[in-house]
């Protein structure tokens, strides 16, 4: 397992972006990222294979978020554009023991402590 430390989370008007990072504390393999809204479960936003070159977003983020990841500084990132209210969540980022990009929690076995990001309308 590796430690993970999220930031970047805030406060933003519906229509504006932020952008995460999660810091890994060694090499990881396949990474992803997590929200859980209050009073919901956990669900699946993004994920990013080892290389980069692999990624997949839930149908309800897809063309506004991107996530990317620069293995030199042990980092990955989520650029959230055109935010909106149902955005609002903890955000989680994980990371995998081996590539095989997973979708669901039980496929990450390191987990950040989350960052809040909540957008206003």
């Known amino acids: 397992q590796v430690q993970l430390v999220e930031s970047g989370g805030g406060l933003v008007q519906a229509g504006g972006s932020l952008r995460l990072s999660c810091a890994a504390s060694?090499?990881?393999?396949?990474m992803g990222w997590f929200r859980q809204a209050l009073g919901k479960e956990r669900e699946f936003v993004a994920h990013?294979?080892?290389?980069?070159?692999?990624?997949n977003y839930a149908n309800s983020v897809k063309g506004r978020f991107a996530i990317s990841r620069d293995n030199a500084k042990k980092t990955m990132y989520l650029q959230m554009n055109n935010l909106k209210p149902e955005d609002t969540a903890v955000y989680y980022c994980a990371a995998a023991s081996a590539d095989g990009l997973p979708l669901t929690r039980s496929g990450y076995n390191s987990w950040g402590q989350g960052t809040q990001v909540t957008v206003s309308s």
């Open positions: 990013i294979s080892q290389s980069g070159v692999i990624t």
């Open positions: 060694g090499r990881t393999a396949s």
